[in-house]
């Protein structure tokens, strides 16, 4: 009896930590993830061979080592295991991987017991030790690593420029364009999926007091900011209105990437009339990106619905629309950037929100659960997706300028 759970539960852990680690070993996203598919190949073969032992140790005990091997395979057994549990338990959703490993973490304990009180002879018995306790500490190291330390390192993070080029009229002196350049750095050591982006410039009427204006204005200019995004300048003669939407469009392709030390450019034209009523043009970017070795994202980002359609849309966006703000929903299946994660935890998809209104625009996303769109996630809970999966979000502006050389050319 005692036999038959002790080769068991080794040639169960073997199975599964070959799967698993084959499936790391090849697809992880990083180095580390590729390390631990590695280690998880050597303690599967290390597993088999001491299953092997095992049956020379009780049976024929033809080797006169056999019996450490059996140590060495069910010590080995019982540490991974152990240590699969810890992760399963603490990021997993499934119940059937905690309960496995539970299962082949006891069974692999009963199993160095019962090698241990067969009285095994141990040649060295203080290298054997040593050995055990530095490749225990090795594989303690790594699995520190890779689910407390890589997790919660420091964050690498692009940068959106915007740069104004010189004003072009129309031939006729009626129109006037503007050249817009968005450059999109990546100076990290790792790429980025762009799940979505938007530009949006707002023109704005300033105009001038005649006099110096009181302190109390300068208090209602303040109040403003508190119930606005837009910041505008406490000014002794200038009355600054909000700004309202003169354009808005994507300026990069959502579901591409920009590899690391990377640059991505590209020129939007923003067109208006010579008789404008604005004083001033403001112009905004922004882009929603996930680290590449946080996550697989599944292509192409496919369309869903629009906030003002027929299709079932949150709540919260339905109070949006009422507010005057309109979107447009993506979504793309996101897959873990490990096998362990990948077979624990539910699916999960990522949502684009592609939002405008006549004071801006904007892009969002999230990540959930399938059916769990529509529910508002708590700070904590949106700093945790936004750590697992390196979400970053980026905005510059306002780049502004005045458009009265531009209009004085009429």
Do not use: C
Request: aromatic share 10%.
């Amino acid at each position: 009896m005692t036999l038959a759970v002790v080769v068991l539960v080794l040639f169960g852990t073997t199975l599964l930590l070959a799967q698993i680690g084959l499936e790391d070993f090849v697809h992880d996203l990083t180095f580390a993830g590729r390390l631990t598919g590695a280690a998880l190949l050597v303690v599967s073969f290390t597993t088999l061979v001491g299953a092997a032992a095992v049956l020379d140790h009780w049976i024929r005990q033809s080797f006169p080592y056999s019996g450490l091997v059996a140590l060495i395979g069910t010590f080995a057994a019982l540490l991974t295991n152990a240590m699969l549990l810890v992760q399963t338990v603490k990021d997993g959703e499934s119940t059937t991987y905690p309960v496995l490993f539970g299962v082949l973490t006891a069974g692999s304990a009963y199993a160095v017991f019962a090698v241990w009180r067969t009285s095994v002879a141990i040649p060295a018995p203080k290298r054997v030790a040593a050995a055990l306790i530095v490749s225990s500490v090795i594989a303690i190291a790594n699995f520190g690593y890779q689910n407390l330390y890589q997790p919660y390192q420091r964050q690498t993070r692009p940068l959106i420029t915007v740069a104004m080029g010189k004003p072009v009229l129309s031939k006729d002196r009626t129109a006037f364009a503007v050249p817009v350049d968005i450059t999109l750095h990546n100076h990290g050591d790792v790429g980025f999926y762009v799940l979505g982006t938007e530009f949006h410039a707002m023109g704005k009427q300033v105009p001038l007091s005649t006099k110096d204006r009181l302190r109390r204005q300068w208090r209602t200019d303040a109040e403003q900011w508190s119930k606005s995004s837009e910041v505008n300048p406490l000014s002794r003669r200038e009355i600054h209105q909000p700004g309202e939407l003169v354009e808005a469009k994507p300026w990069m392709q959502d579901g591409t990437w920009i590899e690391s030390n990377d640059t991505y450019a590209t020129r939007v034209v923003v067109q208006l009339p010579m008789d404008t009523p604005y004083d001033q043009v403001a112009f905004y970017a922004s882009a929603s990106l996930a680290r590449k070795d946080r996550l697989v994202l599944q292509p192409p980002l496919d369309f869903v619905a629009y906030s003002w359609g027929r299709e079932k849309v949150p709540g919260w966006m339905k109070q949006q629309q009422k507010n005057g703000l309109d979107s447009l929903i993506h979504r793309a299946r996101v897959h873990e950037n490990n096998a362990i994660d990948e077979r624990t935890r539910a699916p999960r998809f990522v949502t684009v929100y592609w939002t405008f209104g006549t004071h801006g625009a904007q892009v969002q996303t999230s990540i959930t659960r399938k059916g769990e769109e529509g529910r508002v996630a708590t700070p904590e809970e949106n700093r945790q997706t936004s750590s697992r999966y390196g979400l970053v979000d980026l905005v510059t502006g306002p780049v502004e300028r005045t458009l009265w050389d531009i209009k004085s050319q009429r």
